[in-house]
């Protein structure tokens, strides 16, 4: 039975990266190649999961000429 708990939870986590995933082609169609980072959230009452890809997203694209100010508009857009 615990295994089908971890197969549920990795499952989860990976239709998380799938729909974040299309987020980011759909938000940047002519941006990098990004590879969704899927974490636990540290704060809990934050929710389950967070992704940190605007940290690292924002200096590949801020000179490409997207309406984007920051890390914070990047990761807001992606929600």
Excluded: H
């Excluded at 999961?49 to 000429?65: E, T, V």
């Excluded at 984007?68 to 857009?77: L, M, R, V, Y």
Aim: glycine letters at 6%; hydrophobic letters at 35%; proline letters at 9%.
């Amino acid at each position: 039975m615990a295994d089908e708990n971890v197969d549920d939870i990795v499952s989860f986590k990976q239709k998380i990266t799938n729909l974040v995933e299309a987020s980011l082609r759909v938000t940047f169609p002519n941006g990098p190649n990004v590879v969704p980072l899927i974490a636990p959230c540290a704060k809990k009452d934050a929710g389950d999961y967070q992704c940190n890809n605007a940290m690292s997203l924002w200096p590949r694209i801020r000179n490409m000429g997207t309406e984007f100010t920051g890390p914070e508009p990047i990761g807001q857009d992606n929600l």
